[in-house]
């Protein structure tokens, strides 16, 4: 099917209409899509065009009334988001038309960029050809996330037992396939039978746990009778609590992050944490972008891999920029399948990998 587009010369944005309560959840009802004209780019400027839009759990507080680490979008502004562009326009020596880049667009057709932009954000070009949304999965935010929490905080090597939580998630089945081709034992654990059968499927990993339905502890005292030795949790909760009273001694727990709770403001830490002095094991909170600074490295060696066969195209697209709202509200359902992306327009043909 054809992907929606804007009338000529006109460019449709996603206004937030007002901060959102933390009890609600994140919904279309929440922002407005407006068309106003396609803007120009002056001197030092260019103009992208958004062709696929990432969603992140990260992005519900951007726009959520409650404390958190990042900004806030405010009333009336285009909603914050990242995604792959093309550059259509420019009047920057820096930036020629044809180019693909990872920048902040907003979750909008067109973007105008300064070529004077700096910083961990600014856009970057990008060289995942034909497959821009790549960059938004195991080759970009996603796999990155996943690579610096297994081998920078989770000291992962082979042989080790690795348990994922949200495994069918963007972060999680990233995780996976870079635990698995490390060398590790990896079991996932993901909300339904649906997704386990789907991440045995697709990434051929050991053994799977769907939480809605079987006894976690009891899975686990099966699958890791030794012990768990690298938890990469997404999730916190009681599914944390429960793998806390199964780690082999020297053990890393890599928080991730805490889906489960986020909004819970009655969640508390957790009541089993003696096994971490029990177990010798560490338990180490982290931020992608803290390793700004090695993301081109983390960038080869995953399109090393990708290019052995070792990883593959984890994204999970919905066509069409009217559908974003929904692509950021089903990572709280778990109505998503790998990196919930959206694609705004048709791929460009050229630059194969
Ligand atoms: N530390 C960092 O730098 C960093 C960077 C990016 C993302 N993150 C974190 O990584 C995690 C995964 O992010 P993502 O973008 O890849 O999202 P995602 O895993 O693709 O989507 C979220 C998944 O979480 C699960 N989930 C949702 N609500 C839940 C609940 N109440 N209890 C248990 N599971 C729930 C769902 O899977 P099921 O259907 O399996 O339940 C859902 O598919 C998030 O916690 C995010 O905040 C951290």
Redesign the pocket.
């Known amino acids: 099917m054809p992907i929606s587009q804007p009338s000529s010369g006109m460019n449709r944005r996603w206004l937030l209409k007002e901060l959102i309560e933390p009890e609600l959840l994140v919904g279309p009802e929440h922002f407005e899509l407006v068309e106003t004209r396609r803007p120009q780019p002056a001197a030092d400027e260019y103009l992208l065009q958004t062709l696929c839009l990432g969603?992140?759990?990260?992005q519900r507080a951007y726009v959520t009334n409650t404390v958190s680490m990042h900004d806030k979008v405010n009333a009336g502004e285009v909603m914050r988001g990242r995604g792959v562009a093309q550059v259509v326009d420019s009047n920057s020596k820096h930036f020629q038309p044809g180019e693909l880049v990872m920048a902040t667009t907003g979750w909008q057709d067109y973007s105008i960029h300064s070529a004077h932009d700096a910083g961990m954000l600014a856009p970057r070009k990008i060289s995942t050809g034909n497959h821009p949304s790549l960059a938004l999965g195991i080759l970009g935010t996603?796999g990155i996330?996943a690579y610096f929490g297994l081998t920078e905080v989770g000291s992962v090597k082979p042989g080790d037992t690795v348990l994922v939580s949200?495994a069918?998630?963007?972060?999680?089945s990233s995780a996976v396939q870079i635990a698995r081709t490390i060398g590790a034992r990896v079991i996932g654990i993901?909300?339904?039978r649906q997704?386990c059968d789907w991440l045995k499927r697709h990434y051929a990993i050991e053994e799977t746990i769907d939480y809605k339905s079987d006894d976690l502890e009891l899975c686990l005292a099966e699958l890791c009778p030794d012990g768990v030795d690298v938890y990469f949790d997404?999730?916190g909760?009681d599914q944390l609590n429960s793998v806390l009273n199964h780690l082999a001694l020297g053990a890393r727990i890599v928080i991730?992050?805490?889906?489960?709770t986020d909004y819970d403001e009655a969640a508390h830490g957790p009541s089993n944490y003696k096994n971490l002095l029990r177990k010798r094991a560490r338990m180490q909170g982290?931020?992608?972008f803290d390793y700004h600074d090695q993301f081109q490295q983390a960038e080869q060696q995953l399109m090393t891999w990708y290019k052995a066969g070792k990883l593959i195209d984890n994204t999970d697209a919905l066509a069409g920029l009217e559908n974003m709202p929904s692509a950021l509200q089903s990572?709280?359902t778990?109505d998503?399948c790998g990196?919930?992306i959206c694609q705004t327009t048709a791929y460009p043909e050229s630059n194969s990998l």
């Not at 969603?55 to 990260?58: C, I, L, Q, R, V």
């Not at 069918?168 to 999680?172: E, I, K, L, T, Y």
């Open positions: 969603t992140s759990p990260a996603a996330t949200a069918a998630g963007g972060v999680g993901a909300g339904g997704k997404n999730v909760g991730c992050g805490f889906i489960a982290y931020f992608v990572l709280f778990g998503n990196v919930r």
